[in-house]
């Protein structure tokens, strides 16, 4: 079956998606990346979209289903490289993905993943980054 | 008013509605809209497409060309569905049924020019959008 990888970084699992998903490809790389961050206890998921086209109400509720269930097993979502175009046509559909963080693009996207992970230190045991 | 081309494609499966979105941007950008108002019409489409097969139980998507007054693409969904008992509902932003799956119908209309919904409950459900350049 066709999936999407997810590429582990240290404490980050980072992620391209670089085909246009069907509905369920969606679906399987949020239980993945659920299932992933358990497993390697990542502090940051990064998700970057800058090679898709579009980004409908399915893919817009994805990525919010991956920030709030990435915030609850204690990681931080980042959405980067949304096209203009994109941005643009997500708001006049209504969705402005409330509870994701986004970014410019990847290194603007790490830089606050580590930002937040810092602002954290000490909380989590054994967390020295 | 001129058709400038005409094609069906089925909607009856989720890689329909992948093929659906291809379809729709090749075409969007044949007649020379901008990238902004591909986009938008490209989103419109996937997200009717979705409704067709999903709360329709799959159905049909007629994609023209059009020339005149100006180059615009016209897309109808059709589906033998349950049909919408209430459109003005449906139209609501935010609306959904059951499933949540759907943002209503109201965030597609605001991506197009023209919006026409033909219903009947228990025979099926008409979209059709046109985006002009």
Known sequence: ?129 | MAVISSETIPVTSEPDIVFVRRRVRETAAQIGLSLVDQTKVVTAASELARNTLIYGGGGAMQLESLNGPRLGVRLTFSDNGPGIPDIQLALRDGFTTGSGLGLGLGGTKRLVNEFAIESKVGQGTKIIITRWK
């Open chain 1, 1 to 129: 079956m066709e999936k999407i990888p997810i590429l582990r970084m240290g404490d980050f699992l980072l992620v391209t998606i670089q085909v246009d998903m069907h509905d369920r490809l969606a679906m399987a790389l949020q239980d993945d990346l659920t299932q992933k961050i358990s497993e390697t206890s990542a502090r940051g998921v990064l998700i970057d979209i800058s090679s898709l086209e579009i980004v409908d109400s399915f893919i817009g509720r994805m990525l919010g289903n991956i920030a709030a269930m990435s915030r609850v097993l204690d990681a931080q979502t980042v959405v980067v490289g949304m096209r203009p175009a994109v941005a643009i046509t997500l708001v006049e559909l209504g969705m402005s993905l409330p509870g994701v963080r986004t970014a410019l693009n990847v290194d603007a996207g790490m830089e606050l993943l580590r930002e937040s992970l810092n602002g954290h230190e000490g909380i989590r045991h054994g967390s020295n980054f």
